[in-house]
């Protein structure tokens, strides 16, 4: 079975910075796409961004420019470098991965901020 096993979130203050972390039971490199999504209380889930093979990213236009997505093929581990928090970003942050959608999930790790 693959899992998918989210680490890094936390209580942090405006303004702050959380690295996500997200360990994969399976090779990264086999999955065209891996990324991020969250869900507020309440809301939808929605993505956040996402990385293919080929080393393309997207971000969410919440996000742009304060987040960024990584992933190390060789430590089976996707990242989310997440800087200028903002209350809004409080969430339940989930790692996905697939070839062609995202069939497999973590189950997450929430991130507070305040």
């Known amino acids: 079975d693959v899992q998918l096993v989210e680490s890094g979130g936390g209580s942090v203050p405006a303004g702050g910075s959380l690295r996500l972390s997200c360990a994969a039971s399976a090779y990264t490199y086999s999955w065209n796409l891996m990324g991020w999504f969250r869900q507020a209380p309440g809301k939808e889930r929605e993505g956040v961004a996402r990385i293919y093979s080929d080393g393309r990213t997207w971000y969410a236009d919440s996000v742009k420019g304060r987040f960024t997505i990584s992933k190390d093929n060789a430590k089976n581990t996707l990242y989310l470098e997440m800087n200028s928090l903002k209350p809004e970003d409080t969430a339940m942050y989930y790692c996905?991965?697939?070839?062609?959608?995202?069939?497999?999930w973590g189950k997450g790790t929430q991130v507070t901020v305040s």
């Open positions: 996905a991965a697939g070839t062609v959608v995202f069939t497999y």
